[in-house]
T-cell receptor, first 118, second 113 residues
């Protein structure tokens, strides 16, 4: 089945530094990937839709200059949290769907990245 | 913005019992999906039901969809301690690969051994 690898699984960084999170589709090509943010005991909130070879589409209220998304290839999308602050601490999850799969399949999610900004 | 609203928000049952979780949504959908999330992990896709389907089964899972009421239910039969997790419903407006999922708030299921 489809596998999405997300790295790192957890990271602790100092306030003011930047952190990059990678999301890779291992056995399929993902023209579109999605980035979510999840606070403890809450649901997933879509941050942006990442399109290979073009600019990401951000959801309302998400700062695109703070959360930089690059989708350089059909198998890799990265999310960079720039100048991180403690309020950026959260669980970040990516997902993708193999575009040519038979309708009826869901999306494949990465295992998530726990970001803690101190 | 969140579309799905699950209830109950938390459910605790004894191993072997059935667990029923409900989800309501607000707008038109192409399909509705249920996902499971273990603590601190990513989501695992459980089952998808299309808007023209009313019921679907997968192993111990049974999902129903009532588009007139904009609601869905997930039934887990003969629950096991390993079923302890958070469960989310998510709606998709279209079938395309770039169709955005909108998640509900989630239900925390605890299955006591």
């Amino acid at each position: 089945g489809a596998v999405v690898s997300q790295h790192p699984s957890w990271v602790i960084c100092k306030s003011g530094t930047s952190v990059k999170i990678e999301c890779r589709s291992l056995d399929f090509q993902a023209t579109t990937m999605f980035w979510y943010r999840q606070f403890p005991k809450q649901s997933l909130m879509l941050m942006a839709t990442s399109n290979e070879g073009s600019k990401a589409t951000y959801e309302q209220g998400v700062e695109k200059d703070k959360f930089l998304i690059n989708h350089a290839s059909l198998t890799l999308s990265t999310l960079t949290v720039t100048s991180a602050h403690p309020e950026d601490s959260s669980f970040y999850i990516c997902s993708a769907r193999e575009g040519n799969r038979v309708v009826g399949y869901g999306y494949t999610f990465g295992s998530g990245t726990r970001l803690t900004v101190v | 913005s969140q579309q799905g609203e699950e209830d109950p928000q938390a459910l605790s049952i004894q191993e072997g019992e059935n667990a029923t979780m409900n989800c309501s949504y607000k707008t038109s959908i192409n399909n509705l999906q249920w996902y499971r999330q273990n603590s601190g992990r990513g989501l695992v896709h459980l089952i998808l039901i299309r808007s023209n389907e009313r019921e679907k089964h997968s192993g111990r899972l049974r999902v129903t969809l009532d588009t007139s009421k904009k609601s869905s239910s997930l039934l887990i039969t003969a629950s096991r301690a390993a079923d302890t997790a958070s469960y989310f419903c998510a709606t998709a407006p279209t079938t395309g690969a770039n169709s955005k999922l909108t998640f509900g708030k989630g239900i925390t299921l605890s299955v006591r051994p």
